[in-house]
């Protein structure tokens, strides 16, 4: 059985749609961990109740990122998992962690990539007065907010919208392609070829993700 670790700095919906489809969908893989590096995530009550154990380290015990991320990495390596998703991990990673991770580490992110990296991707969005927009799934590389895409989807922006609406938008997207990202990966589904993503069906042809319908 394959074995998950989940990333959370605060609510942790994300990492709930995570749990949530992979016990429906009966997933061959276990949720080994959620840990957070903030003791006060509302998202570690949650994956308590559902049995799941979390872990908290805190990142302002350390005096550097590097010093951070190894003890993250061997915390999270006492769970030997298959893949690792950050689920709103609100942490810039040092590129020996991404690199330990590589191809097995996820990122959610709200907006269309490579449209609006960062924080704050809906005023931005709305800032620049895109009509559509949306949030990505992708391959964690050491350059923050980009790596290889593995799925995104596309919400229209309205007129009267303004960033809480627009965020509320995005959320039910981000809870509909992250599951899907992280089950293909735990099924070894993904291809990357030319730092582009594909996703390997039953019968062995390669296609495409579209996930905006
Ligand atoms: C999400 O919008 C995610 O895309 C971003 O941070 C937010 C986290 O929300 N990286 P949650 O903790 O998953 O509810």
């Known amino acids: 059985m394959k074995s998950l670790v989940i990333l959370i700095s605060g609510r942790g919906s994300n990492m709930q ?8 969908e009966q997933w061959p893989a276990r949720i080994a961990a959620v840990i957070s590096n903030r003791p006060d995530a509302a998202g570690l009550a949650w994956a308590q109740s559902r049995g799941i154990e979390t ?3 805190d990142h302002r015990g350390f005096a550097t990122r ?9 915390m999270i390596d006492e769970y030997s998992p298959d893949a690792v998703a950050l689920a709103g991990f609100m942490r810039v990673l040092t590129p020996a962690f991404v690199q330990h991770y590589e191809g097995r580490l996820l990122n959610i992110h709200p907006s ?4 609006f990296p960062g924080l704050k991707t809906h005023r931005a969005a709305l800032d ?12 964690v ?3 923050l907010d980009h790596g290889p895409i593995i799925a995104q989807a596309v919400v229209p922006v309205s007129p009267g919208d303004d960033e809480t609406t627009l965020a509320a938008r995005v959320l039910e997207q981000e809870h509909r392609i992250y599951p899907r990202a ?5 099924e070894d589904k993904l291809v990357i070829a ?3 993503v594909h996703v390997r069906e039953e019968d062995g042809t390669v296609k495409a993700v579209l996930l905006s319908d």
């Open 17 to 24: 749609s995570i749990v949530e489809a992979a016990a429906a």
């Open 112 to 115: 269309l990539l490579p449209a």
């Open 66 to 74: 590097e010093a951070f991320d190894a003890v993250l990495s061997a």
């Open 182 to 186: 992280v089950r293909w990966l735990l």
């Open 55 to 57: 872990r908290v380290l």
């Open 194 to 196: 030319d730092g582009r």
């Open 128 to 139: 620049a007065g895109v009509k559509e927009h949306g949030c990505t799934v992708h391959f």
């Open 141 to 143: 590389t050491a350059e």
